[in-house]
């Protein structure tokens, strides 16, 4: 059964965890992310990718506008909930704790719709959040032009949140971090609930790094790793 909890008050609960000093959910999976300490941004680049929210599954599940007209290329009313959820997980009340796997984003990329790919999923699921930050979301790059959106995102003020396709998630973040860059080879059809985080050490001029974070939104979030 599919957790009904409102956005807001998952963001609540959001909000009185982080009040708690205590990382993504009820605690920090080793799972999702084993091997980080706490890191300091002071002179860090931190890149965030994530998938879209839900979309339409063949079943059931149906992509609806924001009019409530039923859209293919829309996110589902699962999906418009989860974007509404990640406005407090990116932004939470009294700001991200130092240290902080997760941080509020200062730029925000969403892939472009086009005649090829004409979906709107990946600016819907960030469109709250840009509204609550009073950022623009660049949709300037579409599916296929990972190595343009990742010059954009290296050039942006930081740090820095990308909405994208999953197919094309492990192309964007070689992109970003060159090659070789160890991450997932693929993102799962049915996980929607994860972020990827890349950091790296610009003062030490190090190399970047790869983690992931489970959002833990809903009750039909999971704790394990892409």
Same mark, same amino acid.
């Given at each position: 059964?599919?957790?009904?909890?409102?956005?807001?008050?998952?963001?609540?609960?959001?909000?009185?965890?982080?009040?708690?000093?205590?990382?993504?959910?009820?605690?920090?999976?080793?799972?999702?992310?084993?091997?980080?300490?706490?890191?300091?941004?002071?002179?860090?680049?931190?890149?965030?990718?994530?998938?879209?929210?839900?979309?339409?599954?063949?079943?059931?599940?149906?992509?609806?506008?924001?009019?409530?007209?039923?859209?293919?290329?829309?996110?589902?009313?699962?999906?418009?909930?989860?974007?509404?959820?990640?406005?407090?997980?990116?932004?939470?009340?009294?700001?991200?704790?130092?240290?902080?796997?997760?941080?509020?984003?200062?730029?925000?990329?969403? %892939? $472009?719709?086009? !005649?090829?790919?004409? @979906?709107?999923?990946?600016? +819907?699921?960030? /469109?709250?959040?840009? *509204?609550?930050? =009073?950022?623009?979301?660049?949709?300037?790059?579409?599916?296929?032009?990972?190595?343009?959106?990742?010059?954009?995102?290296? %050039? $942006?003020?930081? !740090?820095?949140?990308? @909405?994208?396709?999953?197919? +094309?998630?492990? /192309?964007?973040?070689? *992109?970003?971090? =060159?090659?070789?860059?160890?991450?997932?080879?693929?993102?799962?059809?049915?996980?929607?609930?994860?972020?990827?985080?890349?950091?790296?050490?610009?003062?030490?001029?190090?190399?970047?790094?790869?983690?992931?974070?489970?959002?833990?939104?809903? *009750?039909?979030?999971?704790?394990?790793?892409?």
């Amino acid at each position: 059964t599919p957790d009904d909890r409102t956005p807001s008050s998952a963001a609540c609960q959001r909000g009185r965890t982080l009040e708690r000093g205590r990382e993504i959910g009820h605690h920090r999976p080793k799972s999702v992310c084993e091997g980080r300490g706490k890191v300091s941004l002071r002179h860090m680049s931190r890149i965030m990718i994530i998938r879209h929210a839900e979309k339409h599954n063949g079943g059931r599940e149906r992509g609806v506008n924001l009019e409530g007209i039923h859209t293919k290329h829309e996110l589902t009313v699962r999906g418009w909930l989860r974007a509404g959820a990640l406005v407090r997980f990116f932004a939470p009340v009294g700001g991200t704790p130092p240290g902080f796997p997760i941080s509020t984003p200062r730029s925000i990329f969403a %892939a $472009a719709a086009t !005649p090829d790919s004409p @979906s709107l999923r990946s600016q +819907h699921t960030v /469109l709250p959040l840009a *509204a609550v930050l =009073g950022l623009h979301v660049d949709k300037g790059y579409a599916e296929g032009e990972e190595a343009e959106i990742a010059a954009a995102a290296l %050039a $942006a003020p930081g !740090p820095v949140l990308i @909405s994208w396709h999953h197919s +094309h998630s492990p /192309l964007l973040a070689r *992109a970003i971090a =060159g090659e070789p860059f160890e991450c997932p080879g693929g993102w799962p059809d049915d996980r929607f609930d994860v972020v990827w985080v890349l950091d790296r050490d610009d003062a030490a001029g190090g190399a970047w790094t790869f983690s992931q974070f489970a959002q833990r939104l809903f *009750a039909y979030d999971r704790d394990e790793p892409i």
